[in-house]
């Protein structure tokens, strides 16, 4: 029997979000159910809300950020117990029997992972999947992840998208103490990967085009800021990067950022899902330096990522908004207007 739940969601191309009713699955042997308490608000919600991207089916109801308690199991569940808290992060399902699921990396799932919303849905015929702007969620054991009790949950919820999503890189490409780090761009990733750099033992440079910007860089663990449209500035810090984490989110000039790297340094774009503007392939060939990407995270890693903010007190900069404000919050957020992450309170959905 499926449960029938209060959702916020999209029913529609270019309409707001408002209240909606969707079905979640019964709990199977392998289920948890989730009643959500928060759920944090990423860009990649709006994009998929108003079909940015393409491929929006409708209705939609975004949330992948998703803290909450657990409510039911399944009698072939053993990792959790009624009342855990726990999290739920971009992926809530994939094959788990390719070579990528096999090494922990669902995220590269060749058969496609199930995304916690907007994926179709294995469960339900015909539906595709609802994410966590809603009151509860039935998740596969395997894509359920435990979140310390000595860290805000609510601050938590973040940690989910941008906390794994800058947090991967950093240790794919061993980033360790005494290692210079640069962070560009100062939003819902770029504050994150400042306070994992820092924690790592790394010496953290925000790079931004901004002023405004470095007392705040300061505060989140930055130990200098360099205004990239300082030319001078610049040209002093060239070639001195081990490493960098590219995370603005559009089309951009990379050859400025490309000579900060040192000779076999890497930077990797965590932001821009469209094309970038044209660089020089000499700056690369010239001191064998890299470029490359990255996704998400496997579950076992976002664990390690989470029990690391356990022990090192590591949560998002957050603000904490009402359901019934989630369309002013998807504009402010589309105009930078937020410090750095809005997280739903869903007690507000109950209401």
């Known amino acids: 029997m499926t449960l029938i739940t209060k959702a916020f969601g999209v029913k529609e191309e270019n309409k707001p979000l408002e209240p909606l009713e ?4 019964p709990v199977g042997d392998n289920d948890v159910k989730i009643d959500i308490i928060y759920c ?20 939609v109801v975004p949330g992948h950020e998703i803290i909450g308690r657990v409510a039911a199991i399944g009698i072939g569940v053993k990792k959790f117990k009624v009342g855990d808290l726990v999290g739920v992060g971009c992926m809530v399902d994939s094959c788990q029997e390719c070579n990528q699921c096999k090494n922990d990396l669902e995220q590269f799932c060749e058969k496609g992972a199930t995304y916690t919303y907007n994926s179709k849905d294995k469960h339900i015929e015909g539906q595709r999947t609802f994410g966590g702007y809603s009151n509860e969620i039935v998740v596969d054991k395997e894509f359920v992840l435990n979140i310390p009790e000595n ?5 938590a ?16 490409w061993n980033v360790k103490k005494g290692d210079k780090v ?27 085009t901004s002023p405004s910007k470095i007392e705040d860089a300061k505060k989140l663990g930055a130990h200098e800021v360099l205004i990239s449209k300082d030319t001078e500035a610049m040209k002093a810090q060239k070639q001195s990067f081990d490493f960098i984490l590219n995370t603005i989110p559009v089309g951009h000039k990379m050859d400025p950022y490309i000579s900060l790297l040192k000779n076999d340094a890497t930077m990797v774009l965590v932001g821009a899902i469209e094309p970038l503007e044209p660089f020089h392939g000499g700056a690369l060939i010239r001191g064998r330096k890299r470029i490359s990407g990255s996704l998400i995270g496997g579950i076992k890693e976002t664990q390690e990522m989470l029990d690391f903010c356990g022990e090192h007190n590591i949560v998002s900069d957050i603000e ?14 589309v105009k930078a207007d937020v410090k750095y992450r809005f997280v739903i309170d869903m007690a507000s959905l109950k209401g």
């Open 320 to 333: 904490m908004i009402d359901i019934k404000n989630i369309n002013e919050a998807y504009d402010r957020v």
């Open 157 to 172: 919820a973040p940690l989910l998208c941008a906390g794994i999503t800058t947090w991967s890189p950093l240790k794919h």
């Open 22 to 25: 969707i079905q979640r699955r």
């Open 182 to 208: 640069g962070v560009i761009g100062l939003g819902g990733l770029g504050h994150m990967g400042v306070k994992f750099a820092n924690a790592l033992g790394a010496h953290v440079v925000m790079i931004t």
């Open 151 to 155: 860290i805000d949950p609510a601050a």
């Open 40 to 59: 944090g608000v990423c860009h990649s919600d709006i994009h998929t809300a108003r079909n940015e991207w393409g491929g929006s089916k409708y209705p």
